[in-house]
Structure formats: structure tokens, C-alpha cells
């Protein structure tokens, strides 16, 4: 088991003890199998970030809800520290630099796009922002039918609580950063 599953093993344990939840509750209200979430709290699979996605949503909770670890006072963190999360057939990096920590109610990505990638992302709780920083490359914000072109040195700010589609909209590699801001 590497660090990363350990941690989200722990937190979705955590989290369905605190409520006194089933793995058959939260399957229900996840739409992620009862199989699949015991094998997650055992750490013996690794989820896709759009399994993450599912559970997070599922349970009201922040996406890095389920990655935080204990704070520390200061800390430099190395991105060959981070356990990125894959999708797109690991064309679509995630490493989750700062996860969600409930004392704060935002979390940061760096995100990482090789060319024609793209990642699918469902509604966010309500009143969720996304503040979108692109440093290289040029990024594709799909969100409500239309398509928002960012090119490196500009950012984006949109309501994340509906559907919204993430793109690399160049030939090159896409990077960016990330602020998730939850209301709750």
C-alpha cells in the first residue's frame, strides 16, 4: 500500500465511523460498490480520482477531505513527495499539494494535462468555487455548454457545483494550479 492509499484508507474509515455508517450506506450514497469501498478502507486498491470524486460528493465532504494528513507548523513540500491521482489513462495528473483541512475550507492542486487530455468532473457541493491558474500551456474550462480558452499567465474563476469538464487545449503540456473553495 503506498502513502496515499494509507491516508485515504484511514479518512473514508474515519469519516463512516464518526457517522456510524455501513459500507452498504455509504455505497448508497456514493453509487461506489460496497466491494470496492472495503478494498479502498483496506488499502487495497488505489481509486481513481473519479472514484474519489463519487465518494466525496456522496458524503458532502471536500475531495481532499479524504487525502488530509495532520498539519505541521511549516513545511516545504516536494512534488516528488505528492502520490499524484490519475485519470485519463494517467494523462491527467493530479498531486494535491495543500488536501482540504477542516479548520480551512479551501485545498490546492498542481495539475499537470499532456496533450488531448481531458478529465470529467461531476457538480460540486453547492457554493463551491474553482480559481484556475494556468502557467503553461492552455487550458479548456467546459462548464454550463460553453468552452473557456486559458492560455499561460491567465486564470479562471467559475461556480464548481455543476457538471464541468477540464481540457488541454494545445499541442504542448498544460500545468495549473488549483484553489478549491467550499462553503460549508
Known sequence: MD???GIIAENLKRIRKENKWSL???????????SMLGQIERGESSPTISTLWKIATGLHISF?????????E????SKEEVNPLLSDGGHFRLYPFFPYHHERKFEMLHIELDPGS??????????TEEFILVYEGCFVLETDGKRHYVEAGN????QADRPHVYENGCDGNTRICMLIYYQK
Open 3 to 5: 502513502a496515499m492509499s
Open 24 to 34: 452498504d450506506t455509504v455505497s448508497d450514497m456514493t453509487g461506489v460498490s460496497k
Open 64 to 72: 481532499t477531505g479524504l487525502l488530509e494528513q495532520s498539519e505541521k
Open 74 to 77: 511549516a513545511e516545504i513540500i
Open 118 to 127: 481531458r478529465s470529467v468532473s461531476e457538480a460540486h457541493e453547492p457554493g
Open 155 to 158: 486564470a479562471i474563476h467559475f
